[in-house]
């Protein structure tokens, strides 16, 4: 692919944040968070309520908006890779599925604002619905690690993750100097302009965004990026094939405040991605250290979301809630799938998932204690389809259902309330339950024994808590103790339920109608710093996993594919040690760093025989760390960081992994360690240039489980203009 003859058009200035949601993008170097200036950023994916990562009493990680424009960050899942306990594995450069805490898809909760990205469609392994949202409409990303199912429902198992999307720039936001103290009230337009271009990568990214606003009256922002991902330039490997594709974005936020206590959010996103290969399940993919290449002619994957939703929120004197949130929503997710065969069949197959959402949130401070509760409703309504054809073109014919079930039904509904109490001067309480009903109609499902037409039909309910503790050790609060028990709950979706598609290598995947809820319990335990020249924390988890809905061998044949199915048979545990904090050395230069080990072991059927056995989760992940120095020059216009990160051999493999020889290469994935350096210079209060040298001694190495091979040798270039 060619650089474009132009790096910079024009855009918006990238949003600040609203009273409860203050992380924000940096606005001038020496000021990177004009609402908050020097105080600490707030989070608010933890509790659902305003706090600094060191009160909450679980593990945070916020990439705020300075961090994904500095690292040139490319996609949402490669946003974590600098985060302890999370490996991001990539089946395709157009899939990615963050492991957290041993846990992938849908064990795993991905908010948009507050809107659950995870529907009922959403499968067990790694997907790529994690790309579908576009990391630059972002100005903050926020994860809790083993967080449990009570504060967001469903699916929270590994870790949430909550992203927040740009909003308008105010004038009287706009930080003072000195000379041009901010002005109360005012009318503003702005623009901003990014553009990044990778050469390994192959890629080009454009931004462009418009602003719009009067402070205390209205904002607009509308937003749109185009990316040109071409094929990787993978060290030892050359050129990968078909592993570039396309993508746009779109994206506008309209905030009306009705009055000084209450504001209107309307909001539309749009992602399309066109031809994502996944390579590895084609003769085209390159062979890495003793893996085996698949033989279908063509993989080839479009994915479409579109996300519009409606938010009032606001301040109250009401005897009930003095903060409230009401959100409705509605979520388009379209996903098609071409794929020939070595033979010359082709079959297209794919489906759309309607989600309708509804939720509430109200906060009451009490003398004794602060309350939050709510409650939530989201209904998935699914089409799905298959058609056949013969090599010479001619249609063979079509298919009960395509990847799930077809004229799918599915309801989640759920209410919570959490009250946060100290306990004397030093010790808070943070105590919290939720109820979940989740019922399940899929009208079109294929039979996996006689091939007939069925339904299926179902219903679940739960009730799940959570007890945290946060302990202040001194009485400046420089040191904390925090933990707890949190239980999670997840209901069998259509996926589980019905899903007939291909899987891993050589193996094909059948419905599964009678399957029950998965149960997980996990202890946390921990210690947090924050002393001024030293923060960071270091925890150990242990997940207690009940009733895991895992893949099993039949030891059918189904459409020259070995056939597996799902079964409630995996009970066992997850435990691991993570660390995470940084040093300032000087006012000018800090080091940071990260370490993380885990370790499971749950019961499975490992082959078609009905004998259980104790394995590790698949893909367990590696042992690793990372540490680095970062230097800031000239007042904080200039700076430049060095990064080193290394990684473990992934030969922690169960039965199913070692059999998926396409992916994983015969032994486990080698051990690998990577050299970064990246810098930034703020030519103009706002013009800021980015340049990085990643992967500098051109390692070859793939991430554990992913389908491909990651860059070689990489220069990545970035530019802003905001005005």
Known sequence: ???????????????????????SDAIFPVNPDPVIGELEPFVVTASRVDETWFEAPYVVDQIDGTTLQERSVRSVPEAFEQTPGVVVQKTSHGQGSPYIRGFTAYHNLFLIDGVRLNNAAFRSGPNQYWNTVDSQGLRAIELVKSQGSVFYGADSVGGTVQAFTHRPYYADEIPGDGKNPSQPGG??????????????????????????????????????????????????????????YDEWDFDGKLELFLNEDTRLTLFHQQVHIDDAWRVHKTKFA???????????????????????????????????????????????????????????????QGFDVNSYGAWAQFEKPLSFTDLVYGA???????????????????????????????????????GFVNSSTPLGERLTADVGARYTYAEVDLAKVEDPVSGNQISIQDSWDNVVGSGRLSYRLDQDDRFRLFGGVSQAFRAPGFSDLSRLDSNRSNEIETPAPKLEPEEFLTYEIGI????????????????????????????AVVDDLFEVTKLNIGDG?????????????????NLFGGF??????????????????????SRVMPTNG????????????????????????????????????????????????????????????????????????????????????EPGLNFVFGAEIRF
């Not at 692919?1 to 992380?23: C, E, I, R, V």
């Open 1 to 23: 692919m060619k650089l474009p003859s132009y790096l910079l058009s024009a855009t918006l200035l990238a949003s600040t944040t609203f009273a409860q949601d203050n992380a």
């Open 187 to 244: 009318s503003l337009m702005g623009g901003r302009s990014y553009s990044r271009y990778s050469t390994a990568e192959n890629s080009f990214i454009q931004r462009g965004e418009v602003s719009m606003s009067e402070a205390g009256k209205y904002g607009l922002i509308i937003g749109g990026s185009y990316k040109d991902f071409g094929d990787i330039q993978a060290a030892g490997l050359g050129t990968l094939p078909f592993t570039g």
């Open 286 to 348: 390159k062979p890495f250290a003793g893996t085996s290449v698949g033989s279908e002619n063509a993989r080839i994957l479009d994915q479409s979301r579109m996300l519009s939703y409606l938010q009032l929120d606001g301040a109250a004197d009401s005897p009930l809630f003095e903060h409230y949130t009401l959100s409705v929503s509605h979520q388009l997710q379209e996903e098609s799938q071409f794929r020939e065969r070595s033979d010359g069949r082709v079959d297209r």
């Open 376 to 414: 939530s409703y989201y209904q998935d309504r699914s089409d799905s389809f298959r058609r056949d054809f013969n090599a010479d073109g001619s249609f063979k014919g079509a298919k009960i259902q395509g990847p799930i079930g077809d004229d799918g039904l599915y309801h989640l509904a759920s």
């Open 528 to 555: 947090k710093a924050e002393t001024g020249r030293v923060s960071g924390s270091l925890s150990y988890f242990y997940t207690n996993v009940n009733n895991l809905i895992l893949r099993t061998p039949t030891g």
């Open 573 to 589: 545990q997850v435990q691991g040690v993570e660390l995470n904090g940084a040093i300032n050395l000087t006012d000018n230069v």
């Open 596 to 617: 993380a080990y885990q370790d499971s072991k749950v019961s499975t059927y490992p082959t078609s025989e009905p004998v259980l056995r104790d394995e590790v989760l």
């Open 626 to 709: 990372f540490g680095g120095v970062r230097w800031d020059l000239l007042d904080g216009h200039f700076w430049i960081e060095g990064l080193v990160s290394a990684v473990g051999p992934g030969d922690r493999l169960n039965t199913r992994d070692r059999s998926d020889t396409q992916r994983i290469p015969p032994g486990g994935t080698p051990s690998y360690w990577l050299a970064t350096v990246r810098s930034g210079y703020w030519l103009r209060e706002n013009t800021l240039l980015t340049a990085a040298v990643e992967n500098i001694f051109d390692e070859e190495y793939r991430a554990h489980g992913s389908g491909q091979n």
